[in-house]
């Protein structure tokens, strides 16, 4: 990222005067040792003393409050992690009396609040980074400090911040114990699909899907992710504009990983997103990964399959229950309501209650509430307890109150659904 590149360039053209810390007996004459050894062959004291070394560089970041100073060690910190991704393991374990803390994280962690953005930024970089290289978490870390930073920070006005955060993220989730912590925290989801469904940068599409591949290798948060956060239609949509063959290379692999973690739970979602004629008609390209191409087969054969064994109302149902409807025959058919009209009261209506939820969510489609009106119309048409139940459950007024909406196919469809 240029953006972190070019201020780290500065810093590193700036001289840290060492010897004026001395001199105001803010290091020892020890540290100032180590740090020109450090500054001569750092991977080759890492390699002597770790321990040691890790413990200087925590103590440095704890007790020393110049801006320049800071940034320059945490630029050796970072180089440090780059060229020998085994140091996170000697951070992770080490314990100081020198910066008094239980967890050797404490000291970067205090320095995501410096008001210095630039520290900010590489602090969250190098946490990224020991977080998801150390091979276990030292006893009675917390860092759910990071976390809410790394969140916070992706409503950040500035793009190329948000970038970085994202990089940083995903870097995180490499490792499996990072992905259900970091999907627990209040906003993260929602915070990253907003990012994705308002950017257009390929790049930043690509990232930000790789983090929800990384996370649905959990089965719990592949079961959840989409009656939460409703991803399926969302990766869907970018799948289709996607230029770039590594976006749809990540959003392909990721919905691969939703079916085979959690079918159950991601399946009306697909069929109702055609997630199978998409695959089918990107199965026609010629890639240069075949990755790519076997994960569209996988796609378009398991979803063709269960759209198969489905009877037309069982497909009506799974598409209500994805939470995105689209003018499927059915909706308009009324034979289709002919047949299946008493089928709208089975298990105390249970479908009719879920396309009320449809209608009363503030953040659907239009298209999703236009045709939810337009059902419940024909639910009324074509049963005659319909009338009763919609008046009892609340639904008459919300399609009542849609008869003002914003979007003119909405305003008809409740318009005539009260007339029914």
Known sequence: NPYLEEQVVAARARTVPWEGYHRANLITAEELEQIRMLEQDATGCMRKRPEAFAQLILGLLAKLGRKDT???????LQSLLTDDPTVANVFARIRS????HASPYTPLLNLLRNEDEFIQLETAS?????LSRADQMPAGADVSEYYTYLVMSL???NPPVVDLIVQFIQTLVQAPRHRVAFYRIPGALSALTGQLRKTTVAQMQYQITCVFWLLTFNQDIAADL????DIVPLLVDIGKTAIKEKVVRVVAATLRNLLIKAPTENFPA??????????????TRQWTDDDVREDLTYLHEEVAAYAAKLSTFEAYVAEV???KLVWSPPHRSDAFWKVNGERFCEREYEIVRALGRLLMTGSMTPQTLAIAAHDIGQFVKFVPLGKRFLQNSGIKTRIME????DDPDVRQQALMATQK
Not at 70 to 76: A, M, N, P
Not at 97 to 100: G, I, L, N, Q, S
Not at 126 to 130: D, M
Not at 402 to 405: A, E, G
């Open 270 to 283: 697909m069929l109702a997103s055609h997630v199978h004629t998409w695959a089918e008609t990107l199965l």
């Open 226 to 229: 989409q009656k939460k956060y």
């Open 402 to 405: 849609l008869m003002t909406h």
């Open 97 to 100: 009396p020198v910066y008094d």
């Open 321 to 323: 229950r994805s939470g």
């Open 155 to 157: 409503q950040n006005p």
């Open 70 to 76: 800071i940034q320059s060690v945490l630029i050796s």
């Open 126 to 130: 190098i946490l990224s980074l020991l």
